[in-house]
T-cell receptor, first 114, second 117 residues
Framework: KAGVTQTPRYLIKTRGQQVTLSCSPI?????VSWYQQTPGQGLQFLFE???????NKGNFPGRFSGRQFSNSRSEMNVSTLELGDSALYLC?????????????FGQGTRLTVV | AQKVTQAQTEISVVEKEDVTLDCVYE???????LFWYKQPPSGELVFLIR??????QNEISGRYSWNFQKSTSSFNFTITASQVVDSAVYFC??????????????FGSGTRLQVQP
């Protein structure tokens, strides 16, 4: 079956702009989580969506937001981009959350803010 | 607060050597899960194993084995007879299950493994 698909793979944006990243989970998976990976901070949890509802949220400013659609596809939005938002953004899908099932990650979207 | 420490930033071995990647975790919860992921240069995180806090049995999968010791809060990963294809960054992660508001993976900083031919 198809894996987790993230689009676009690469993105270059200017400070102050906004950006939307997309994640299509594995068919049948209802949980989508987003992580930010940077050299300085490592992998950090952004938020998790399950059945179109945000179930958990990490310690990120309100400029980071997301949503999930009825087909479980998820989008992440970052407004008023800052240089520090440059990172690899990874999306993970799982059947119902991590506790009972393994999470499958996409290849990520590499965002560069200039 | 939960924390995962991978003290080894980078390890370099020669093919066929055995290598152990260390992982030490901190949590106040009694119910939690531990994971290992591999991140090859392509970027995606590849799931390797999940263990719950009530199962301390060691596990072996081919050349991979895991040693979970609650007494020392460690979950170490050993690759036997390493191969060049094992070169990647390996992450240990902790998932706390008791507080619905904190359910997320907490990752260690990763260990970069380089296997030389």
């Amino acid at each position: 079956k198809a894996g987790v698909t993230q689009t676009p793979r690469y993105l270059i944006k200017t400070r102050g702009q906004q950006v939307t990243l997309s994640c299509s989970p594995i068919s049948g998976h209802r949980s989508v989580s987003w992580y930010q990976q940077t050299p300085g901070q490592g992998l950090q949890f952004l938020f998790e969506y399950f059945s179109e509802t945000q179930r958990n949220k990490g310690n990120f400013p309100g400029r980071f937001s997301g949503r999930q659609f009825s087909n479980s596809r998820s989008e992440m939005n970052v407004s008023t981009l800052e240089l520090g938002d440059s990172a690899l953004y990874l999306c993970a899908s799982s059947l119902g959350g991590l506790a009972g099932t393994e999470a499958f990650f996409g290849q990520g979207t590499r965002l560069t803010v200039v | 607060a939960q924390k995962v420490t991978q003290a080894q930033t980078e390890i370099s071995v020669v093919e066929k050597e055995d290598v152990t990647l260390d992982c030490v975790y901190e949590t106040r919860d009694t119910t939690y899960y531990l994971f290992w992921y591999k991140q090859p240069p392509s970027g995606e995180l590849v799931f390797l194993i999940r263990r719950n806090s009530f199962d301390e049995q060691n596990e072996i999968s081919g050349r991979y084995s895991w040693n979970f010791q609650k007494s020392t809060s460690s979950f170490n990963f050993t690759i036997t007879a390493s191969q060049v294809v094992d070169s990647a960054v390996y992450f240990c992660a902790l998932y706390q299950a008791e507080d619905t508001g904190r359910r997320a993976l907490t990752f260690g900083s990763g260990t970069r493994l380089q296997v030389q031919p």
